[in-house]
């Protein structure tokens, strides 16, 4: 069975960091590119960030770039996702993706 399952989520200040954890279970993870999507409160899916099987290749939205650095360990059949940075806009459930399969999301809340 394919999982993903995501964690790391947090209320945090502006400014402030967080890194996501995405532990991925049930299919050959160095096999397929990743992806961070987000949904903020009473909005639609927002693509985030994608990183290639490899680890080598990374695409970023214009809203996160420069402050959002995605990357993997494929030993650990893990993505991550460091956040620097964080503004309100960033408040979001953050679910990672194959494209197909999905995980539960993990909450991040940028507030204070």
């Known amino acids: 069975e394919v999982q993903l399952v995501e964690s790391g989520g947090a209320l945090v200040q502006p400014g402030g960091s967080l890194r996501l954890s995405c532990a991925a279970s049930?299919?050959?993870?160095?096999?397929?590119?990743m992806t961070w999507v987000r949904q903020a409160p009473g909005k639609g899916l927002e693509w985030v960030s994608e990183?290639?099987?490899?680890?080598?290749?990374?695409t970023y939205a214009d809203s996160v770039k420069g402050r959002f650095t995605i990357s993997r360990d494929n030993a650990k059949n893990t993505l991550y996702l460091q956040m620097n940075s964080l503004k309100p806009e960033d408040t979001a459930v953050y679910y990672c993706?194959?494209?197909?399969?999905w995980g539960q999301g993990t909450q991040v809340t940028v507030s204070g």
């Open positions: 993706t194959t494209g197909r399969a």
């Open positions: 049930g299919f050959t993870f160095r096999g397929y590119a």
């Open positions: 990183l290639d099987s490899g680890g080598g290749s990374t």
